[in-house]
């Protein structure tokens, strides 16, 4: 079991969203200290703080709060786009929210659901059940980069990103054992996603695709 299996990569995606694989690189730094108490649940742990960005009177959003030693480096830069942002936004929001659930063990966990419809929801719940079948999680720091974005005719969103895994492991729940693995050129990710702005004003994921070992996204 991978820390983040290419489970997605089963999905279909839009010519659209396959566009422009931009070139990743770059290094990461920071080292995470494992703790198996979800942060916030009567622990007395502090959060691991979602950043849950809404606009003044929108829909209410599922708090996002994470085990101490899940922490991640978003790379993604602001735009000063109001809609690329919220993509931007909401996208970072649906990866956190997976963390969470296989963190709960909940394949059905609705703050990821909240973020992800149709076939990428569908393929979360099954990458979220993969973790619970093995009684485990996610631990470290994980990286995100290069991103790509750009916004459709159809009012669709493809969104291009990198992601580093160097140092994100599997931590096994009944051993408290953490699978330390080696990097190499699979421990970097492309994914390509198409998002869609739904009734409630959220991005949600529609389709997701990944490839592990992308030449495009290694140091």
Same mark, same amino acid.
């Given at each position: 079991?991978?820390?983040?299996? *290419?489970?997605?990569? $089963?999905?279909?995606?839009?010519?659209?969203?396959?566009?422009?694989?931009?070139?990743? %690189?770059? +290094? !990461?730094?920071?080292?995470?200290? +494992?703790? !198996? =108490?979800?942060?916030g649940a009567d622990t007395g742990e502090k959060a691991t703080p979602s950043s849950n960005p809404s606009e003044p %009177? $929108?829909?209410?959003?599922?708090?996002?709060? /994470?085990?101490? !030693?899940?922490?991640?480096?978003? @790379?993604w830069k602001k735009t000063g786009d109001a809609q690329k942002d919220a993509v931007l936004n909401d996208a970072e929001q649906r990866i956190r929210a997976v963390d969470m659930a296989i963190a709960k063990q909940d394949s059905l966990d609705k703050a990821y659901r909240f973020y992800s419809e149709g076939? $990428?929801? $569908?393929e979360s719940q099954k990458y979220i059940? @993969?973790?619970?079948?093995h009684k485990a999680r996610t631990t470290g720091l994980t990286r995100y980069?290069? @991103?790509? /974005? *750009?916004?459709?005719?159809?009012? *669709?969103?493809?969104?291009?990103?990198?992601? !580093?895994?160097? =140092?994100?492991?599997?931590?096994?729940?009944?051993?408290g054992k953490t699978d330390v693995t080696s990097?190499?050129?699979d421990s970097y990710v492309v994914y390509a996603g198409t998002l869609?702005?739904? +009734?409630? %004003?959220?991005?949600?994921?529609?389709?997701?695709?990944?490839?592990?070992g992308s030449a495009k996204c290694q140091p």
């Open positions: 079991m991978n820390r983040r299996p *290419t489970l997605l990569a $089963a999905l279909t995606l839009t010519a659209a969203a396959a566009l422009t694989l931009s070139a990743c %690189g770059s +290094d !990461d730094s920071s080292k995470s200290k +494992d703790n !198996d =108490k979800i942060a %009177g $929108a829909v209410r959003r599922p708090k996002i709060e /994470l085990p101490s !030693d899940v922490t991640y480096e978003f @790379e076939a $990428a929801a $569908a059940k @993969e973790f619970v079948d980069y290069n @991103e790509s /974005l *750009t916004l459709k005719e159809d009012g *669709t969103a493809a969104l291009v990103y990198c992601e !580093d895994q160097s =140092k994100a492991f599997n931590k096994f729940l009944k051993t990097v190499t050129k869609r702005k739904n +009734d409630r %004003g959220v991005w949600v994921t529609e389709r997701l695709i990944s490839q592990r």
